[in-house]
């Protein structure tokens, strides 16, 4: 498997416009989660899903971010409109349901999102 | 507010020694906890988890939990230059899957 996918790997925008980073979990995964790493606040939850449902979305910052899973092997987080303060590496991880994979949660290799 | 806690460092060691990363965390439901090694500019890796009292060895790994104390670390034996990236702490609760994780230390690894 090619592991977790994420696009694109760096994004450049100005403030105001609409963001949309994509996620590719690993196959056969049933968990899916979002993260933002800043210097200054680390690396947070944003979001995660199970079996598509979004299950814990207390970490999105506000109504400007939105996050869907339609299908098991496709997740998009949007931001809309982005701001500076949105500037980080947004994480995508999957992990299993059970067995060897289940305490794992498997990153992909991030998205460094820039908003001037 | 969750809170897990960690020196940022840099811990500096010399090629060869042991290195030991700390990490304390608050809420008591805690049950599984994590290492993570983040090399910069590139994702987080799990190295080990332990959910149960005690030491758990990998290699040259060894993760302690004191749950009493709330209390995890890792301990890296015969350290590697290339052990030399950012330890991260993360901790989950019990019936949820997301991780809440510490804001890191930076280790050198001294050739």
């Known amino acids: 498997d090619a592991g977790v996918i994420q696009s694109p790997r760096h994004e450049v925008t100005e403030m105001g416009q609409e963001v949309t980073l994509r996620c590719k979990p690993i196959s056969g995964h049933d968990y899916l989660f979002w993260y933002r790493q800043t210097m200054m606040r680390g690396l947070e939850l944003l979001i995660y899903f199970n079996n598509n449902v979004p299950i814990d979305d207390s970490g999105m910052p506000e109504d400007r971010f939105s996050a869907k899973m339609p299908n098991a092997s496709f997740s998009t987080l949007k931001i809309q409109p982005s701001e500076p303060r949105d500037s980080a590496v947004y994480f995508c991880?999957?992990?299993?349901?059970?067995?060897?994979?289940?305490?794992?949660?498997?990153f992909g290799p991030g998205t460094r999102l820039t908003v001037l | 507010q969750k809170e897990v806690e960690q020196n940022s460092g840099p811990l500096s060691v010399p090629e060869g020694a042991i290195a030991s990363l700390n990490c304390t965390y608050s809420d008591r439901g805690s049950q599984s906890f994590f290492w993570y090694r983040q090399y910069s500019g590139k994702s987080p890796e799990l190295i080990m988890f332990?959910?149960?009292?005690g030491d758990k060895e990998d290699g040259r790994f060894t993760a302690q939990l004191n749950k009493a104390s709330q209390y995890v670390s890792l301990l890296i034996r015969d350290s590697q230059p290339s052990d030399s990236a950012t330890y991260l702490c993360?901790?989950?609760?019990?019936?949820?899957?997301?991780?809440?994780f510490g804001s890191g230390t930076r280790l050198q690894v001294q050739p």
């Open positions: 332990i959910y149960s009292n």
């Open positions: 993360a901790v989950r609760d019990t019936g949820r899957r997301a991780l809440t």
């Open positions: 991880a999957s992990s299993g349901a059970g067995g060897e994979d289940y305490n794992e949660q498997f």
